[in-house]
């Protein structure tokens, strides 16, 4: 009995985290309506519905996901200690399963492909998304996130050197408007907004400069759910943006934009991937952490 329910669990924790019959079932060498056969079995014995299931997709019902959340970093734990006891931590292999935000990934990607290169048993699958993602219960390995952003029990590794904002707008927009000289004058201005996906809040602006650290709530005709269209929408002259500096680099060097309120912006600790504290990490997790570290 023991063995079967571990079986059953092990199963619906690889079709929850695949979010597929199929993805889970070539991860673990059977058949997909074996898979089904077995996640059906335990969800009668536990007189619970785990997953909705249509023709096209596979999610978690609230029972599902509160026993992923559970059960996954313990068979997370397990598979780490099979590693070290087997000694395949030398030569990880595997999935990794990471969520960050896109211009996490274009500032990483060259780091990324080379560690893809140097591990061709690791599989990485990478869902980049702006909005704060809860790891655990969506099935991802590990995040990559700002600093500022995340919990106390994660365990947390830098793995960028700091970062700054810019605020930006374009040329023929300045010459139209008198640039602002303090945070305060953007109210007089038409900014592009960024609202978050998952608490619908609007991004308040940050700024700091000589001790002095204020937060602006600023004005717009335009709220975007994406930092790339923010940056185009300022090119195209629709209002001041805030960004990332690496993310308008070259259109600031091209002159397509215009960098505005510069001794307002303060370098601040940048991106760090992170997971859930536990004694054992997956061989493949545990070679990614060692790989993208940020000793600088």
Same mark, same amino acid.
């Given at each position: 009995m023991r063995g079967t329910a571990f079986a059953e669990l092990e199963t619906f924790?690889?079709?929850? *985290?695949?979010?597929?019959?199929r993805r889970a079932a070539a991860k673990l060498g059977l058949s997909p309506s074996a898979l089904s056969h077995t996640v059906r079995s335990l969800e009668e014995r536990l007189g619970a519905r785990l997953l909705n299931r249509?023709?096209?997709?596979?999610?978690?019902?609230?029972?599902? +996901? +509160?026993?992923?959340?559970r059960i996954a970093p313990a068979?997370?734990?397990?598979r780490g200690a099979l590693d070290e006891a087997s000694g395949t931590a030398a030569q990880?292999?595997?999935?990794? &399963?990471?969520?960050?935000? @896109?211009?996490?990934? $274009?500032?990483l990607m060259p780091?990324?492909? /080379?560690?893809?290169? %140097?591990?061709?048993? =690791?599989?990485?699958?990478? /869902?980049?998304? %702006?909005?704060? +993602? %809860?790891i655990v219960a969506e099935g991802f390995d590990a995040g990559i996130r700002l600093g500022e952003s995340l919990e106390g029990d994660m365990v947390a590794v830098r793995v960028t050197g700091d970062l700054r904002l810019a605020i930006v707008g374009?040329?023929?927009?300045?010459?139209? !408007? @008198?640039?602002? /000289?303090?945070? $305060? %004058?953007?109210?007089? !201005?038409?900014? =592009?907004?960024? $609202?978050? &996906? *998952?608490?619908?809040?609007?991004?308040q602006w940050p700024f700091v400069r000589e001790g002095e650290a204020i937060e602006v709530?600023?004005?717009?005709? =335009?709220?975007?759910d994406d930092s790339d269209l923010q940056v185009a929408a300022a090119i195209e002259g629709a209002g001041i943006a805030c960004t990332l500096e690496d993310c308008v680099a070259s259109h600031l060097a091209s002159g397509r934009l215009v960098r505005v309120l510069d001794d307002w912006c303060q370098p601040f600790p940048g991106f760090y991937l992170y997971y859930p504290g536990r004694r054992q990490l997956p061989a493949p997790l545990r070679a990614l952490v060692g790989f993208l570290k940020w000793d600088a």
């Open positions: 924790v690889a079709v929850a *985290q695949e979010r597929s019959f249509t023709t096209r997709s596979v999610g978690l019902t609230e029972a599902g +996901a +509160a026993l992923l959340a068979f997370t734990e397990i990880p292999a595997g999935a990794i &399963r990471l969520n960050l935000p @896109k211009f996490a990934a $274009r500032l780091r990324l492909a /080379r560690f893809a290169r %140097d591990n061709p048993a =690791i599989r990485l699958e990478l /869902r980049t998304e %702006d909005s704060f +993602a %809860d374009a040329p023929d927009y300045f010459a139209a !408007h @008198k640039p602002p /000289r303090t945070p $305060r %004058d953007l109210a007089s !201005h038409t900014c =592009i907004n960024y $609202r978050f &996906r *998952q608490s619908g809040a609007l991004y709530l600023v004005p717009g005709s =335009i709220t975007l």
